[in-house]
């Protein structure tokens, strides 16, 4: 009998690991905090759960960050490393991987819930390790992961080159598996004299960034942070209030979501 692990079910599942290999940052849920193995009651559907999950899957490096009941009597919500929300029954022995969808309100309830988990403190990013540009008076904060030779990356930056008032913090998170070459462009990017001038003139023109003798750079460092926080693709943008919008987004958009998302 052929025995699939976990990650390929959730792949299959659309829910992709493929660049997600990593513990995103502390996920919290909807009371405030996860529930921990150790403040879950023995005998409890959370700690026959975590049970459940450890001893089938703890071998693929698996975490459960919290297990909550799901407003769906007798199904529990389950949070997992790679930002995986997955429905299990109260003895752990079934799961269910799709969206749970409120019919009566035309909501789609997991969406909802992994927003909110998926939250990150703005405050907590290592915004030394990104690439700073002001434009106007900087009134507006986003932070942003990108892969220089990432085409919806280089889309997005040419919605920025028409925004005023705006700040944005680009953390380079190349994706070697997709652009090989993208590593060594974000250092060549990063040891640049000016790497804002040289982000920017190669995102929005083409322009190749100079050659460089390498510098002390924090790509890896920026490149794991995307992988801890379970991006598994570019761009993904983060706002002041901790939200997450993956992709691509036209202007208008964009300007609605950065004065709906400050704080």
Partial sequence: MKHHTLSAILLAALLPLAACNAQPAAQQNASGAATSAASAPAGSPEAVIRNKLTQTYGDQGLEVLSVTPAPVSGLYEVFLSGNQLVYMTA???????????????????????????????????????????????????????????????????????????????????????????????????????????????????????????????????????????????????VFPNGKIVPGYMPKDDLQQALEANQK
């Fill in 91 to 237: 003895d752990g022995n079934h799961m269910f991987t799709g969206d749970l969808i409120d019919v009566n309100k035309r909501s789609n309830l997991s969406e909802t819930r992994r927003e909110e988990l998926n939250r990150i403190d703005f405050a907590t990013l290592p915004l030394d390790s990104a690439i700073k540009e002001v434009r106007g008076n900087g009134r507006l904060k986003v932070a942003v992961f990108s892969d220089p030779d990432c085409p919806f990356c280089r889309r997005l930056e040419k919605e920025f080159e028409q925004m005023t008032d705006i700040t944005i913090y680009n953390f380079m998170m190349p994706i070697p598996s997709l652009h090989p070459s993208a590593e060594a462009k974000a250092v060549r990017i990063w040891c640049s004299p000016n790497r804002t001038a040289a982000w920017t003139e190669w995102m929005r023109k083409g322009t190749v960034p100079p050659e460089s003798a390498g510098c002390e750079n924090p790509v890896k460092e920026t490149m794991a942070l995307g992988n801890r926080y379970g991006f598994n693709g570019t761009p993904t943008m």
